[in-house]
């Protein structure tokens, strides 16, 4: 296959800065430049837009994201060995990478940041799903991002595009589909990183809806679905028992039956126990 770009390509990237892997940091390396490629075609249509990429390591997918076109790459990553590497990408697309150093958790990239904004990554098995809550439960919607493209443990990825019914259903699969409309695009091996993690991994394309499907506060909204999943096993009579006294009524008053568990209720069924609960 041709090459991407005119860089090195990434294990000798590795080998010159030294960029041994960390398990710390959740360092899982994309190697192949053509499957990174692939991954930023995913995320839509880049040339308009800015990037956001949290953990770009040696720049496997930072360089993919470029080439696909994306106006500017917005990168943050935590180990500062991997800044001189990223560096040379820098130089290599001028004006259309900016790198900062430091932990994604603290870092409010937006000031960074022009409209449309896409945010792309191969995030870090350890923080990754607290991002992706963070970023779909903002009190304002839509959100400062238009679509994510985000890669995750296979396991966490059938948690977010999970139905009412399964086992994977939850407070992910609320939060996703309540704002966006979430899909599984690509699922990769083990082998397919180096080093190889010892589960799946699965990339979720998320596109913001212009508006939630249902009204209801993200707050009050998350609360409830903690509760009702914190204790799935239970009726949720008994896990809601603290939401109100009458939690029984404002069930009943959803649509939603007291001895029901929390895996049975559907989105909307959540909204609307939502607002009652909010009253
Ligand atoms: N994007 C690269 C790739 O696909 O090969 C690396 C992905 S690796 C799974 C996760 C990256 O996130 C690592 O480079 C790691 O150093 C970085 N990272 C870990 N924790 C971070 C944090 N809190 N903030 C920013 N980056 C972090």
């Known amino acids: 296959m041709s090459a991407i770009d005119t860089l090195p390509p990434l294990r000798e990237v590795i080998a010159t800065h030294g960029l041994s892997a960390k398990k710390a940091l959740g360092q899982n390396f994309l190697l192949d430049l053509n499957l990174t490629a692939k991954i930023a075609r995913q995320a839509g249509d880049l040339s308009d837009c800015d990037v956001l990429e949290i953990g770009p390591g040696p720049g496997g997918l930072t360089r993919g994201l470029l080439s696909e076109g994306a106006r500017k790459v917005l990168a943050v990553e935590k180990d500062a060995r991997c800044l001189p590497a990223l560096e040379e990408i820098a130089a290599a697309y001028p004006g259309r990478l900016q790198v900062i150093s430091g932990d994604a958790l ?58 009412p019914g399964s086992k994977t259903y939850g407070r992910l699969a609320i939060l996703a589909q309540w704002r966006a409309e979430a899909r599984i695009v690509l699922s990769l091996p083990p082998e397919a990183f180096t080093p190889p993690p010892k589960v799946s991994s699965a990339v979720v394309h998320l596109t913001a809806l212009p508006e939630p499907r249902y009204p209801a506060d993200a707050a009050t909204l998350s609360r409830v679905v903690a509760a009702a999943f914190n204790q799935r096993r239970k009726m949720l009579r008994a896990s809601l028992k603290g939401m109100a006294p009458d939690i029984e009524d404002r069930l009943i008053s959803a649509g939603i039956k007291p001895t029901d568990r929390a895996e049975q209720v559907s989105l909307e069924q959540f909204c609307t126990l939502a607002r009652l609960v909010a009253t």
């Open 106 to 163: 603290k870092i409010d990239p937006l000031a960074y940041l022009t409209p449309p904004i896409r945010v792309a990554a191969n995030l870090p098995y350890n923080i990754g799903t607290e991002l992706l809550v963070r970023w779909l439960t903002p009190p304002e919607w839509p959100p400062f991002w238009q679509s994510l493209t985000l890669m995750f443990q296979r396991e966490v990825a059938e948690r977010i595009v999970a139905q």
